[in-house]
């Protein structure tokens, strides 16, 4: 069965300490994987997409990584600001057109 | 910028009542999805559509209903609301293709009493 699994469930940070966040999935052939960020009561805002092991991507102080298995989102000197959930999902090959399945977050809260 | 715009952030309902809830976007996007979000249970794919006219069941449909008479519109349609469809909606749209990006509305916060 495909799965998305995101760890850790929550994780508290005090500004300025890196840290990264995991997304492990199981499918049966990776089309894309997302990721997502997502305030209170808000809906989520697209970050990055990443679609071979090996590809990075940047945005400020966010960093996302690819392998066969699972994907890292790092978080270099991190702010209050965020602070948020933090989604991924994939879409695998054989699926419906854009059906994407979605781990169930990482809620990040950063001290200052 | 993509927009997606929902009807209403916040909505309370009986049991039993027909429910609209209304999503439009405004970059063209052939394909529009509804979802809800539970604790612990992540995004759901109700249902999903990829062109005007055109939808397919999600992982939880049951209970639920859509229409898509214009490009730029998708409505859900809770028939008889009941109190375990108590959820934070979401409506996302995307380009059709390969793999693109859904973006997401700020959603609509429902309760059923």
């Known amino acids: 069965e495909d799965q998305v699994t995101q760890s850790p469930e929550a994780l508290r940070l005090q500004e300025g300490e890196s840290s990264s966040l995991n997304c492990s999935y199981t499918?049966?052939?990776?089309?894309?994987l997302f990721w997502y960020r997502q305030d209170p009561g808000k809906g989520p805002e697209f970050l990055f997409t990443?679609?071979?092991a090996g590809e990075e991507k940047e945005k400020e102080r966010l960093k996302a990584t690819l392998t066969k298995k699972e994907s890292f989102l790092h978080i270099t000197a991190p702010k209050p600001e965020d602070s948020a959930t933090y989604l991924c999902?994939?879409?695998?090959?054989?699926?419906?057109?854009?059906?994407?399945?979605f781990g169930t977050g990482t809620l990040l809260a950063v001290q200052p | 910028d993509v927009k997606v715009t929902q009807s209403s952030r916040y909505l309370v309902k009986r049991t039993g009542e027909k429910v609209f809830l209304e999503c439009v976007q405004d970059?063209?996007?052939?394909?529009m999805f509804w979802y809800r979000q539970d604790p612990g249970l992540g995004l759901r794919l109700i249902y999903f559509?990829?062109?005007?006219?055109?939808?397919e069941k999600g992982d939880i449909p049951e209970g639920y209903s859509v229409s898509r008479e214009k490009k730029e519109r998708f409505s859900l349609i809770l028939e008889s609301a009941s109190t375990n469809q108590t959820s934070m909606y979401l409506c996302?749209?995307?380009?059709?293709?390969?793999?693109?990006?859904?973006?997401f509305g700020p959603g609509t916060r429902l309760t059923v009493t």
């Open positions: 970059m063209d996007h052939e394909n």
């Open positions: 499918v049966s052939g990776l089309r894309g």
């Open positions: 990443l679609y071979s």
């Open positions: 559509s990829y062109d005007v006219k055109m939808k």
């Open positions: 999902a994939v879409l695998n090959y054989g699926g419906a057109t854009n059906k994407l399945i």
């Open positions: 996302a749209s995307s380009q059709q293709g390969w793999a693109y990006e859904q973006y």
